[in-house]
């Protein structure tokens, strides 16, 4: 046994040091090595038919995604399962937030399933609600809480964003936080956003679409008393960002832009919201993953991109546009760990089992949250729609 294998063989079950699977999987997990899962998988889709809808985000692997009924980003796929109330089963290849989601907008009786529950999202995880509630404490007791609208993102969880719905505020997308922070601030005078978890996407949005200074921003920090910040630093903030961010995005630096301007002459710099600001800033476009897509899909033969995004996304664009010169912005490989713990054995697994009539692994958020986090979710629906052309 190599020294590799011992972490995997702790963490998983059976002898295949290949299959991870992360938490228990009642049953038996099939090997990573099995010959036959994409035929297996295959059967229990047929079998289970019009019963089960497949759901696929785009960071999601081609193993995967082969099987979805549906691709998209969080915010899309919610919406398309919403938009199937008569299938039985939604399988969410995503991550635990995205689940939740799709739970809060599906039907009753439709349940809600996450092939690997470890699949999280380090960004939804840096806010908890406890940390929420003390820094909102902490508003009230500086004076300001009566005129701070919270916003999250969506990559939240469904109690953060339950909270954003009791106390006034909404949820966003990285198509639509430009018209969201502009809601907010029309809804009270003299109003400041507190948003919530991506520092990135908040700083992004305010200072380049809303034309607001970096000085307007600061970061609350929920390790640190009172959020590491002064009564008059709160006061004087038009914007107080959550210190989270995706531990994907964040790993692009603006030097990997310089390098890859100077390895590729023409090459045109298209990254992501969550991207570090000194990254967007040097970046020639910037957008959602489905902006990303559109992208690439309209351009001409011949134009060569640098994308700064999760890697299986930029490689099934890579694969899908031979006529482009696509490269990741990264010189080293930088997967969403864990999305990619939605592999084929966990996807089986699920499946097998509700061909059998077992429901493994079902997401249900709870009634009270549930009610919150759809008053977030309709202010987002309700908001007009996004000017065309921009991210
Ligand atoms: S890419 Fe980032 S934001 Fe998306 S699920 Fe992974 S850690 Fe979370």
């Not at 995880?125 to 500086?142: K, T």
């Not at 709160?234 to 603006?254: E, N, P």
């Not at 499946?351 to 009634?367: F, K, Q, S, T, Y």
Request: charged letters at 25%; one cysteine or more.
């Amino acid at each position: 046994m190599t020294t590799t294998e011992l972490p995997l063989l702790v963490l998983g079950r059976g002898t295949d040091s290949r299959s991870e699977p992360g938490v228990d999987c009642p049953g038996s997990l099939p090997a990573a090595s099995d010959p036959d899962l994409v035929a297996r998988a295959r059967a229990a889709k047929e079998a289970l038919g019009d019963r089960v809808f497949v759901l696929g985000h785009h960071y999601q692997r081609d193993e995967v995604i082969e099987f979805a009924d549906v691709t998209g980003d969080s915010f899309k796929l919610a919406r398309d399962a919403a938009g199937r109330p008569d299938a039985e089963y939604v399988v969410f290849c995503g991550v635990h937030f995205m689940a939740e989601s799709a739970d809060i907008l599906t039907g009753p009786d439709q349940a809600v399933i996450l092939p690997d529950l470890a699949a999280g999202c380090s960004m939804a995880d840096m806010a908890g609600l406890a940390q929420v509630e003390d820094a909102w404490d902490a508003l009230e007791d500086v004076g300001i809480a009566s005129s701070v609208v919270p916003v999250t993102y969506m990559n939240s969880s469904a109690d953060i964003k339950a909270f954003c719905g009791k106390h006034g505020g909404a949820v966003c997308t990285s198509s639509n936080a430009q018209v969201a922070l502009e809601w907010a601030y029309a809804q009270k005078k003299d109003a400041k956003v507190l948003f919530l978890p991506d520092q990135h996407l908040g700083r992004n949005t305010a200072v380049r679409e809303l034309g607001m200074s970096l000085d307007d921003c600061v970061v609350w920090n929920p390790h640190k008393p009172n959020g590491g910040l002064t009564p008059g630093q709160l006061r004087d903030a038009r914007m107080i960002l959550w210190k989270g961010h995706c531990s994907v995005h964040g790993r692009f630096t603006a030097q990997c832009v310089d390098d890859v301007r100077e390895r590729v002459p023409g090459v045109q710099v298209l990254v992501h919201p969550e991207c570090t600001h000194e990254v967007v800033t040097k970046a020639d476009l910037v957008g959602s993953t489905e902006f990303i897509i559109k992208t690439v899909e309209a351009a001409p033969p011949g134009s060569s991109w640098a994308i700064g995004t999760e890697l299986n996304l930029v490689q099934r664009l890579a694969n899908a546009h031979p006529e482009q010169h696509i490269t990741f912005l990264d010189k080293t490989v930088c997967y969403c760990s864990t999305m990619n713990r939605i592999d084929l054995p966990h996807f089986v697994w699920a499946m097998e089992n509700l061909v059998a009539g077992h429901v493994v692994n079902r997401i249900e958020v709870d009634p009270e949250t549930e009610r919150w986090a759809k008053v977030a979710l309709q202010r987002m629906l309700d908001l007009p729609a996004r000017t065309a052309g921009k991210d």
